[in-house]
T-cell receptor, first 115, second 113 residues
Framework: AQSVTQLGSHVSVSEGALVLLRCNYS??????LFWYVQYPNQGLQLLLK????ATLVKGINGFEAEFKKSETSFHLTKPSAHMSDAAEYFC?????????????WGLGTSLAVNP | SAVISQKPSRDICQRGTSLTIQCQVD?????MFWYRQQPGQSLTLIAT?????????ESGFVIDKFPISRPNLTFSTLTVSNMSPEDSSIYLC??????????FGPGTRLLVL
């Protein structure tokens, strides 16, 4: 069965520092992988997605993620954190086989950015 | 992309009552989804709402507790019936193709006393 693990439910960085949010997945077939962001009192917004094209995926707001099959990882990074990046981040996986593809969600990582 | 609105944005309800949440999309979409986001937990899919047919419920969710309507391609409702404090959660409507890239509404924050 597919699963998603986000290491660290809370991450705190200083403004201008590197952001690294970890996501590992398990899937029996090549997966689609997603990162979503949820700002306070808002719905989820797609940051980026991997769908078997380039392994390094660039998203909105300066975020990017790299698909590493050997490590079954899809970690999210941003070189320099901004105060506005403070939010909840969710990793999700969907296998690309069959007609009943579903998204499996991680528990989320809350990112705090300190001035 | 799609713009999705939900009503109400939040509510406080008494146990035993029911609440209907509305989801409106600014364009016609085939598939609409209802999620629950409980505090400290992951998003959980409740059901997929398809126009012209009954909703498809995920394991652990039943129509009697969460009846869903989908009268047209831009609108859906989710009712949380006979509520208990355990139903306190954020309920999210989303649209997308085969559950891949999803566009979410702002959510309905429900507190059951």
């Amino acid at each position: 069965a597919q699963s998603v693990t986000q290491l660290g439910s809370h991450v705190s960085v200083s403004e201008g520092a590197l952001v690294l949010l970890r996501c590992n997945y398990s899937s029996s077939v090549p997966p689609y992988l997603f990162w979503y962001v949820q700002y306070p009192n808002q719905g989820l917004q797609l940051l980026l997605k991997y769908t078997s094209a380039a392994t390094l995926v660039k998203g909105i707001n300066g975020f990017e993620a790299e698909f590493k099959k050997s490590e079954t990882s899809f970690h999210l990074t941003k070189p320099s954190a901004h105060m506005s990046d403070a939010a909840e981040y969710f990793c999700a996986v969907s296998d690309n086989a069959g007609n009943n593809r579903k998204l499996i969600w991680g528990l989320g990582t809350s990112l705090a950015v300190n001035p | 992309s799609a713009v999705i609105s939900q009503k109400p944005s939040r509510d406080i309800c008494q146990r035993g009552t029911s609440l209907t949440i509305q989801c409106q999309v600014d364009s016609q979409v085939t598939m609409m989804f209802w999620y629950r986001q409980q505090p400290g937990q992951s998003l959980t899919l409740i059901a997929t709402a398809n126009q012209g047919s009954e909703a498809t419920y995920e394991s652990g969710f039943v129509i009697d507790k969460f009846p869903i309507s989908r009268p047209n391609l831009t609108f859906s409702t989710l009712t949380v019936s006979n509520m208990s404090p355990e139903d306190s959660s954020i309920y999210l409507c989303s649209v997308g193709q085969a559950q891949e890239t999803q566009y979410f509404g702002p959510g309905t924050r429900l507190l059951v006393l």
